[in-house]
């Protein structure tokens, strides 16, 4: 069809939510680099934000379905423009302004403030214009390359595949290649893309117009929002789907993110069982579930692995300077009761002292001074946690005004309008408790503080993860850990000994990307280095399991 997803009819059938959504696809065919959609109440007339080239872009949508719009989109662009500094403001519509609007905007004009339109007819030629593939589209790495062909083959030999690959190292990258590739040797047939939350799914759909040919639709399926058909690629939500898988829609490809999400019973597991014809690929970073089940068990062997010690030992992933803060260890305790028996919780209790917040930023404010262009996320315990260490910060240091927290209590608009700006570097440093665990891109995070968290294996990697892609001009990811689980530390020693035997193997590693893992204490981490090593599985241990520090080892 003449014009795809900027056609007047597509446009017009989309409705207004469909507008933003196709300018949204078509800007990454423009070429820009950050794009989100704000749009909602406190927007102050943006619905778009959008980076090129280092300036800010402001879009405000106005849909029609009777003609042409009003002044009120060019006042709503005026506030906008304002309010969140833009470059460059653009009013989009799939018809046209009236006299009314276009005499306003040129009276803006005027005084200096210049306004954009893009109508119906721009669309139309912004469409035969801009390139099949996305301006910058992904070059496959060589292991990507590899793990695409591995999957493919034991797709078409087995009808499944596995892929575990590192937060980082791109398995949506692989998974979107995987896509493009079916959709060559298959064209025109369905395609699903699952995945266990509403943000997670929106970002793979993203994420998939970096691979897919601009003919190719894409259809987003959640409780919120609902496709005009199903055609091309549905991406959505579990239980969103499965509503659909049972009224008979059927795809010939499913791929599932985040995979240890699937249990061996469940929605996932109701939802492959139902799509019993289609070949099925697991695409997961963690693939390590509480429960135990072995997700082999759905989807085969992993077709193609790579953890964080591989690929930050090949120089796909930053390298890191990791400090363990073992500063607060009550070695009177330890050494009064270490004949006895602890259960996890309980040592970790007795052996942590409490940290105060304050003694933390100071040790947060060396770091920053000697980082490059310091752009930083620290993990805090609780969502009040997240909101008064950010309290604390902009009080703290001039540098630290624009600090912020995030997390699952900010409507997704506020949200987004933070990720810009930190993407922008207006907000350099951001708390959270767990909204960057998952499905967020942020690569130019160049420090990343624990504080206080709570130990989970699966949540270590990700969040770890958030500061490990590469990005133009970072040297390394600098992770200052306020240990409070005995665990966590066993999970960085795990990492350093990956790392160490990386090393070992002959990768010819620049000496500038060399990692090293340290104790803030050398003496305590020597002594918790020797102990843990005695402790077989100590990093997936659960609370109850009850361990004792050997009675020699320096404690005295």
Known sequence: MTGGFLSAENLLRGGPQGLPHAVERALWHLGFTDVRIVDGAGDAGADLLAVRNHEQWVFQCKWSSRGPVGRDGVDDLERARTRYRADKAILVTNTSLNRTA?????????IGIKITVWDGPTLANIWERMPSRVASAYELRPYQREAADKIEADLGANGRALLVLATGLGKTVVGGETIARFLTKHPGSAVLVVAHMKDLVEQLERALWHHLDKDVPTRLLTGETKPISYDG??????????????????????????THHVGEQGRFAELLDLCGDAVKLGVTATPWRGDKFDIT??????????????????????????????DNIDWETVKRESEHGYSIK????KLFLPQRDDEIIEHLRLVWRETKDPRAILFC????????????????????????????????????????EFRLGRVPIIT???????????????????LRVTHSRRIFVQQIGRGLRLSPGKESL??????????????????KRALDAAETEELRIPQSAHSRIEFSDETAGGLLDHWIEDA????????????????QGGIE
């Open 102 to 110: 276009e005499s306003r905007r040129q009276a803006l004009a005027s």
């Open 233 to 258: 690629v549905l991406v959505g939500t579990v239980e969103s789907v499965l509503g659909a898988v049972r009224s008979g829609w059927s795809p010939k490809l499913v791929m599932v993110d985040e």
């Open 297 to 326: 068990a759905r989807f085969g062997p992993a077709s193609f692995s790579m953890g964080i010690a591989e690929g930050m030992a090949a120089g796909y992933l930053s390298a890191v300077d990791y400090r363990l803060f073992v």
């Open 346 to 349: 309980d040592l970790n209790r």
């Open 381 to 420: 315990q609780t969502i009040e946690h997240a909101e008064h260490v950010a309290q604390l910060l902009t009080r703290a240091d001039q540098s630290w005004r624009n600090a912020s927290f995030l997390h699952s209590g900010l409507t997704r608009q506020r949200r987004q309008i933070l990720l810009n």
């Open 432 to 450: 959270c408790v767990d909204v960057f665990n998952e499905g967020v891109d942020v690569p130019d995070v160049n420090l990343i503080g624990f």
């Open 478 to 495: 600098k992770v200052l850990d306020f240990v409070t689980d005995i665990r966590r530390v066993a999970a960085a020693l795990d990492l």
């Open 536 to 551: 077989a599985s100590l990093e997936t241990a659960a609370d109850e399991v009850r361990l004792q520090f050997p009675s």
